[in-house]
């Protein structure tokens, strides 16, 4: 079975702009989380999703955004580009069902992006 | 204070030995725990989950869990070099969220 798949590997944008970053699934999960990783901060929750839906939220400004299409493939986009952004963000798949304990995330590769 | 604590090291132990890495956590209705190794530039990969109080044994690896005193550890038996990595403790608070939510890590070098 096909891991977590994420696309670009790498990015390099400029201030302001906009990027959009892609993220497949383990075929079966519906459930896609994005987290943010950088030197100082760690690993932060962006957000989730779950059929389509935007289910759980982290505390992230509303440049950041996402979303979730029919077969579980989700898209995370930044708008007007900073330099703190540059990061390496982590795509995670599940199978989300609620109530399930064992609902174990499994990590893409992840996109570096760097803001210059 | 942080929601997930963890000694960040770096811990070195001796080829052969045990490592023990420790976790601790504020929110006391914390329903599931997890364990990731992550390798210097790449992604974390899941190494334990426990969610019981207790302990949970796979192979080398021992999660602990203390729900009452709101820690979670990891012991790493017959360390070997490969186990070199920073070890990330993770907590989700309800079943049903799939907000996970890290702590720092931990940095782990195993000496030969």
């Known amino acids: 079975k096909a891991g977590v798949t994420q696309t670009p590997r790498y990015l390099i944008k400029t201030r302001g702009q906009q990027v959009t970053l892609s993220c497949s699934p383990i075929s079966g999960h519906r459930s896609v989380s994005w987290y943010q990783q950088t030197p100082g901060q760690g690993l932060q929750f962006l957000f989730e999703y779950f059929s389509e839906t935007q289910r759980n939220k982290g505390n992230f400004p509303g440049r950041f955004s996402g979303r979730q299409f029919s077969n579980s493939r989700s898209e995370m986009n930044v708008s007007t580009l900073e330099l703190g952004d540059s990061a390496l963000y982590l795509c995670?798949?599940?199978?989300?069902?609620?109530?399930?304990?064992?609902?174990?995330?499994?990590f893409g590769a992840g996109t570096r992006l760097s803001v210059l | 204070q942080k929601e997930v604590e963890q000694n960040s090291g770096p811990l070195s132990v001796p080829e052969g030995a045990i490592a023990s890495l420790n976790c601790t956590y504020s929110d006391r209705g914390s329903q599931s725990f997890f364990w990731y190794r992550q390798y210097s530039g790449k992604s974390p990969e899941l190494i334990m989950f426990i969610y019981s109080n207790g302990d949970k044994e796979d192979g080398r690896f021992t999660a602990q869990l203390n729900k009452a005193s709101q820690y979670v550890s990891l012991l790493i038996r017959d360390s070997q070099p490969s186990d070199s990595a920073t070890y990330l403790c993770a907590v989700i608070s309800n079943f049903g969220n799939e907000k996970l939510t890290f702590g720092t890590g931990t940095r782990l070098t195993i000496i030969p």
């Open positions: 995670a798949s599940s199978l989300g069902e609620a109530g399930g304990p064992q609902n174990i995330q499994y």
